[in-house]
């Protein structure tokens, strides 16, 4: 079983960047798939960036690519997410996965097994 902790939100101006960190329990985290999902007000939770545990590959969603980076180190247990050029239209809360079905990251929600507890990260123009 797998814990992970959020944390690096906050409030932050337009053009802004932030770095978001989930740190993992656990003594197998380079064997998990990792993603980052957000949730805004009232909108259904979106996906946001996926790397892989088996080649650390990674995979964006079009909003955010070119602007984000998503980058993991299995020595620390913790995964990052970049945030560059923010836009308040990426205000949500953000939340970490991690899963091990499948040998690269899902961009699907479901297909993760665990959960962090999100951290807010507002946007303000």
């Known amino acids: 079983q797998v814990q992970l902790v959020e944390s690096g939100g906050g409030l932050v101006q337009a053009g802004g960047s932030r770095r978001l960190s989930c740190a993992a329990s656990?003594?197998?985290?380079?064997?998990?798939?990792m993603g980052w999902f957000r949730q805004a007000p009232g909108k259904e939770r979106e996906f946001v960036a996926a790397?892989?545990?088996?080649?650390?590959?990674?995979t964006y969603a079009g909003s955010v690519k070119g602007r984000f980076t998503i980058s993991r180190d299995n020595a620390k247990n913790t995964m990052y997410l970049q945030m560059n050029t923010l836009k308040p239209e990426d205000t949500a809360v953000y939340y970490c996965?991690?899963?091990?079905?499948?040998?690269?990251?899902?961009?699907?929600?479901?297909?993760?097994?665990?959960w962090g507890q999100g951290t807010q990260v507002t946007v303000s123009s």
């Open positions: 996965a991690a899963s091990q079905r499948r040998r690269y990251a899902s961009i699907f929600g479901s297909e993760y097994d665990y």
């Open positions: 656990g003594r197998t985290f380079s064997n998990y798939n």
């Open positions: 790397i892989s545990g088996y080649d650390v590959s990674t």
